[in-house]
């Protein structure tokens, strides 16, 4: 039995590294040789500062000019490093961008991670989160990882006391860091549902704004809005918490250790401490050059904790962006596009087809000019056996034949230009009536409205064909809604017709409108398939076949 695959979920790192490879590792590069520079640096200062204390010829100039290359070097690298995360983040968001808002775009479906809202605040503002991560938290971990352990060494090497401090006081830094950041990693996750949610619940709202007015609900609906927007403040602000609160706790060490490196400096130097040293007494330059490198040594640890909040939300991002890509199976087949109608009889065959859930389709043969009634129980595959026919989905495994050919990426688009689909549920483009049946097709609309039974509702509206309807139809009923679909359905005279529910939830005069229209258009030779559970409409196909008896 064929089974879907599914992912695991992704870290920020993982979820980059599948956009972008060599930038990352590039800038990362950069920066650790620019934080590599100041130990240089600071053996200059810690040099022309023990001359000037011991009365030693310093050539001032000489050790100026070192000290501001090796800056200007320094600034150069950290530019060009700040460069290539740019770009890096640049490549990584346009990417997943690109890649969500494209499999989207195809999608025949509800996506099953989630509606409208909850897509597009991934595609837009989440998406953005995954910045962050690639210009200071990458760089950061990356300087983590050498920087330290390098003024560690430089530090060992004058003053085995201050390496103590330094070995003592530095991994309290990354263990209160870990500890803080499963606090974050939580909270970042509800905020980004919570975010999600919100949006999800604003689309709704709106594609049902002309019903909540007619029914009065605007009261109750603005105070659930309120309701949950204010949930989303405090996921919001408790986020914000535990970003303040590690910033303060790990600012908090690393003053401590830095001031314990100055307190020892400063008590040798006065010789009240004789010891922490290879064998001599630690020299002012030894000391200046320490007191110089200690804060560098936190430097990277203190860089680190300030992006924890940046890894945090990544991550969310990066799980959520796993969970769409474990539900972003394969829909619609071809590009979606319009394409020079396939030629051939218009008939239709499945055989050996899956259902994504694992059970069997029954084979079907429909010939050319048949009309086909596909009944069964609620969740048995008949909606999924229309799509598969119109290309708007793939089964899990088996053949697809249309017009005496495969069904594939190569020939959907152009077995669709000889279809004609009619949803369950209608949905309109945010444009013109005129439009919405026509879709860039050649035909007589006014012919397609007349078979609908929905000519006169047309005139009706306040501009004709030139009204714009909201995305369900709105100020339509649901009857009204259902009959401009199935005129789209039938402009242009395609040769098949593949209609879900044509008479669902419709009353018995609407519903005989909606049958007439479909017939008619088998009476001109069109192939008609139906999925039912309206036993009238069935009884006028020339043939039934059930879904869900097999296994």
Request: with cysteine; proline share 5%; aromatic share 6%.
């Amino acid at each position: 039995m064929p089974t879907l695959k599914k992912q695991a979920p992704r870290t920020a790192i993982s979820a980059l590294n599948k956009w972008t490879a060599t930038e990352p590792r590039r800038a990362s590069a950069l920066s650790v040789l620019a934080s590599l520079i100041w130990p240089a640096q600071a053996a200059i200062v810690a040099y022309a500062l023990d001359g000037l204390l011991n009365g030693a010829v310093v050539s001032a100039s000489l050790a100026g000019a070192g000290f501001i290359l090796l800056g200007a070097l320094r600034a150069l690298l950290g530019l060009r490093a700040d460069i290539h995360a740019d770009a890096a983040a640049e490549v990584a968001i346009t990417s997943a961008r690109a890649r969500l808002v494209h499999a989207e775009a195809q999608r025949a479906s509800d996506s099953p991670f989630g509606g409208a809202g909850s897509i597009s605040a991934l595609a837009s503002e989440k998406l953005d989160m995954l910045g962050p991560y690639v210009t200071r938290y990458a760089p950061a971990q990356a300087r983590v990882m050498v920087l330290p352990l390098f003024i560690f060494a430089l530090a060992l090497w004058q003053s085995w006391a201050v390496a103590i401090v330094l070995l003592i006081s530095g991994p309290l830094i990354p263990v209160f860091m870990a500890l803080v950041g499963y606090a974050a990693k939580e909270a970042s996750e509800k905020q980004m549902s919570e975010i999600g949610s919100l949006n999800d619940m604003l689309v709704e709202r709106l594609s049902a704004l002309v019903d909540i007015r007619l029914l009065g609900a605007n009261t109750t609906v603005m105070s659930e809005f309120s309701s949950q927007a204010g949930d989303l403040r405090q996921r919001t602000m408790a986020v914000l918490r535990v970003a303040f609160l590690s910033s303060t706790v790990l600012e908090l060490f690393a003053a401590i250790g830095v001031a314990m490196v100055a307190v020892y400096v400063g008590f040798s130097l006065l010789g009240v401490l004789e010891f922490g040293t290879w064998g001599e007494a630690l020299s002012p330059r030894a000391g200046i050059f320490l007191l110089l490198l200690a804060p560098e040594y936190y430097q990277p640890l203190r860089d680190l904790s300030g992006a924890w909040h940046d890894k945090a939300s990544a991550d969310a991002v990066a799980k959520e962006l796993s969970e769409w890509e474990a539900g972003d199976t394969p829909s619609l087949l071809g590009d979606g596009g319009p394409a020079t109608a396939l030629q051939g009889p218009a008939m239709i065959s499945l055989k050996g087809c899956f259902l994504p859930s694992g059970l069997r389709l029954p084979d079907i043969e429909i010939k050319e000019g048949e009309t086909v009634a596909l009944v069964g129980p609620s969740g048995a595959g008949k909606t999924t056996a229309l799509r598969f026919m119109a290309g708007l989905a793939p089964p899990a495994s088996g053949v697809v034949t249309v017009a005496g050919t495969p069904l594939s990426e190569q020939t959907a688009d152009a077995w669709r230009a000889r279809v004609g689909w009619m949803p369950q549920a209608p949905h309109f483009l945010n444009a013109s009536l005129r439009k919405n049946l026509t879709l860039g097709r050649q035909g007589d609309i006014e012919t397609a409205l007349h078979h609908a039974a929905i000519s006169d509702v047309v005139a009706a509206l306040p501009q004709g064909l030139n009204t714009r309807l909201g995305e369900t139809g709105g100020g339509l009923s649901g009857g009204e809604a259902r009959r401009l679909t199935l005129a789209r359905a039938i402009y242009g005279a395609p040769s098949v017709i593949l209609a879900d529910e044509p008479t669902a939830d419709l009353d018995d005069i609407t519903a005989q409108a909606v049958i007439n229209g479909l017939v008619s258009q088998a009476r001109r030779g069109a192939t008609l398939v139906v999925a039912t559970h309206d036993s009238g409409l069935a009884a006028r196909m020339d043939r039934i076949i059930k879904i869900g008896d097999l296994a």
